[in-house]
């Protein structure tokens, strides 16, 4: 597994941190942070009960706790990992109690509201430094992490203006020691290529499998069965948790809604092709987007597995 993460640090980078949200991509930090030595203590963040017991009997931290104001202090990283939606309501939580110097990042699939909701909630002397690790499952819960997720794997952060460099240095050596290659971009641009890249293909999973199952021509029954014709992968992405993808939704509205307007301008446009036989016009554009699909594999972003490079159970795929 080593070979699969990043190079070994010589020491800690933190001496505390604390990973707010102990789902897929807390558990995977934790999971990370422990076997690349990236603090001295990692401490495990969960509201739920039954997610901080099963924390605790996988060993994913030296202490968990459902009192985040408490873990947050003397920490000298904070990264909240929960549900866009709930990241603002966490920051006022720790706000009062983080001392100054400590670093405080997310891993929100979108960035612009997360900014608008946490900066406020944090005293003068804090550094916030936003990220988003472009690597993920349909799966969810701390059972579902594991160390290599993040492994060749964009991590975009997204720090504020005048950011304080030490601070953006310190969080890009701890995502490169994770495995990730890292890029920074502003939080707008940020939403607006991941509203392109991520979450309007998400929204035609989510549509096309919802309008699979409300026909009444068809069965259900013949739906799955005949599934592999190019429903299935669909249905991989459609299984992605319901509340996190709500809030991608409503918290990244303005983006989603312009790429949406796009998409609808082609997708017309192709029926428009399909109505009148127009076959050269068609051919054009599978032959651009066959393209678009061989560069994606040719920098590593897939495999060119025939089986549309779906991975096994112990090489799942990443790619939210
Ligand atoms: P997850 O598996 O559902 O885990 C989220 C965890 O956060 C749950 O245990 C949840 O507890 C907990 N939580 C919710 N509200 C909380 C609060 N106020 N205080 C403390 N803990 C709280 O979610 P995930 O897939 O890891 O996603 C976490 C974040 O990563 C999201 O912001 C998402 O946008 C981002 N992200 C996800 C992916 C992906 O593919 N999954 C990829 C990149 C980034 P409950 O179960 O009690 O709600």
Redesign the pocket.
Known sequence: MPDRLGPKLDAPLFDKAVI?????????LLRVARSQGLARELVA????G??CARASELGLADRVT?D?ALAAQNADLVI?????G??G??AA?IGPHLSAGCIVS?????KSAVVTAVEPHLPPGVFFVPA???????????D??FATLFHQRWCILTPPEGADAGAVEKLTAFWAAAGSKVEIMTPAHHDLVLAITSHVPHLIAFNIVGTAADLEEVTQSEVIKFSAGGFRDFTRIAA??P??WR??FLHNREAVLEMLGRFNEDLAALQRMIRWGDGQGLHDLFTRTRAIRRSIIEQGQETAAADFGRRTVADPPAD?
């Open positions: 707010v949200g102990v789902g897929l991509i807390g558990s995977s963040v969960d509201r739920s039954d997610v459902d985040a909240l990992c929960t549900p866009v709930a990241i309501d966490v939580q997310d891993v929100g699939s979108v988003h690790p472009v690597a993920g499952t349909e799966y969810s819960g701390p579902a992490g992605s948790d509340t996190m809030d991608i939210q």
